[in-house]
């Protein structure tokens, strides 16, 4: 009975975080979501971890449920976007890292032409495990370069993908790269309880 009431206390607070801890200030400021990857272990020696995602000042929020987000440049309309922040929450639901990113993109391919895989990397930490993921495609007659993390723990996942479109003087190495050099300055895996929000 102990460990149900424990389990139970876990779900509770994965959910609290999920909903709760999202900084939801929209307005000209960076976003800061914080979002459980493995609470399972708050009171173990790793104290727990949590997922610190930092979106841009400079955009708005389009897109704002419990387990979905998006952004894009703030001057931007979301019918045609230059660039495009999501983050998608699984909170509770055990999802293995690179299963759900290649869930993802098997899941895109029919609708894209020019469908190309860039990079691919799977790391297991100690606590968590880590899929990052390049992809370039075409879609209603956009190229567009997708840079992808998800990040699983023992009972929560979190997505973020980072996509812009290319301008057509743009090389899709070099937006490719840069894209992954932001979206990695964005993510931080932090202790429970110890991010620091602007």
């Not at 909903?19 to 960076?30: C, L, P, Q, T, Y």
């Amino acid at each position: 009975m102990h460990k149900l009431k424990i389990f139970l206390l876990m779900v509770c607070l994965n959910a609290f975080c999920a909903a709760v801890f999202a900084a939801e200030v929209f307005k000209g400021k960076e976003v800061t979501l914080l979002l459980p990857i493995n609470h399972l272990h708050v009171g173990s020696e790793t104290g727990g971890l949590t997922l610190q995602v930092s979106i841009p000042s400079a955009t708005k929020c389009i897109a704002n449920t419990e387990n979905f987000y998006e952004f894009i440049p703030a001057k931007e309309d979301p019918s045609s976007w230059s660039k495009i922040y999501t983050v998608k929450t699984y909170v509770g639901r055990r999802y293995f890292a690179k299963p759900c990113s290649e869930g993802v993109l098997n899941g895109m391919r029919p609708s894209c032409d020019d469908f190309q895989k860039i990079h691919e990397e799977d790391k297991i930490e100690k606590d968590y495990e880590v899929s990052r993921y390049t992809v370039a495609y075409s879609y209603n007659g956009n190229t567009e370069v997708m840079c992808m993390e998800t990040y699983a723990g023992p009972m929560d996942s979190v997505q973020v993908q980072l996509t812009q479109r290319l301008k057509n003087d743009e090389k899709v190495e070099v937006v490719a790269a840069t894209l992954r050099a932001e979206l990695s300055s964005m993510i931080r895996v932090v202790k429970f309880g110890t991010a620091k929000v602007k």
